[in-house]
């Protein structure tokens, strides 16, 4: 078996596709199917909310989350049918919510929750996989911001977050997923300000594989862009962090595109101007399965 799931030698019969999500906590077993090719997709991590301060003090843009991890296999039904009978328990990682916009002045942006893990089967049977869902990013203070890990339990480990930066330029553009097998690619950070506070653009989407350029982030107090989602476990790409500003709110960060893929980082703000941007939410994970009869 590849990456991709293909494989030679398949019973050469039309096969049917299943979607699993948060919702589901099991997977019925088709009836006469002999094998299945199961991916398994953490939930991505939601990016952090900028921070808020006064003129003469950094203020860095929210971080943002990782994406999950992805596991896959080839499945024997046969064999699975006798560690479980008629259906198998699943788990399906939820989105991680993205920080809150920061309404008081000088202080930090609020972090962005960890996305859920994914299952398939019970870890006590000899058949069971695991995908780690990605890390929220990390609080944003006068410092840059700590970007959120990407799920790190699977057979590919998912695309990291990038941090939110108080610099004027190079505001945390997201990570492409040109490791093999990996899924989204990674979201932008949010725009900061240095002590000599300038409005500035929130990082640029991560590109997916094989691609140029991602999404543009955010311009100056201006949301950034959510991600672009996919049917396919290789072909999403990262949103855009939001703008800072000195004029109104922050520009939230984009939402992580599905599946897996991390919310990006909100925008930084001045003190008794507006709030910051809030953080991108992570979407939710999957567990894509392909049965052949």
Known sequence: MDIYGLVSGLPQALPTFTALVPADQFWEIPQNATVAS???IGAGGGGSSGRKSAAGVGASGGASGGCGAVTRRLIDLV??????????????????PG??????????????????GSQFGDSTKGIFLLADGGSGGGVAG??????????????????AGVSGTTGTSNNGNGNTNNT????ASGSGG?????????????????PRNGQASGIVGGAGSTRGTDGISSSS????????????????????????PYPGGGGAGGGAAEDSIGNSGAGGNGADGVIFITVWF
């Open 142 to 159: 006068t410092g840059n911001s700590s970007l959120g890990a990407g799920g790190a339990s699977g057979d590919v480990v998912g695309v």
């Open 79 to 96: 064999e699975l049918r006798k560690q479980y009978g008629t259906r198998v328990p699943v788990i399906v990682g939820a989105g991680g």
């Open 38 to 40: 199961v991916t398994v």
């Open 180 to 183: 093999t097998g990996q899924c």
């Open 99 to 116: 920080g809150a916009a920061q309404a008081t002045n000088s202080t930090n942006g609020n972090a962005g929750t960890n996305g859920g």
């Open 190 to 206: 949010g725009a900061g300000m240095a002590a000599a506070h300038a409005a500035q653009a929130g990082g640029d989407g991560g």
């Open 233 to 256: 476990d290789l072909m999403a790409a990262g949103a855009s962090g939001g703008g800072s500003s000195l004029t109104v709110n922050g520009g939230d960060g984009g939402n992580g």
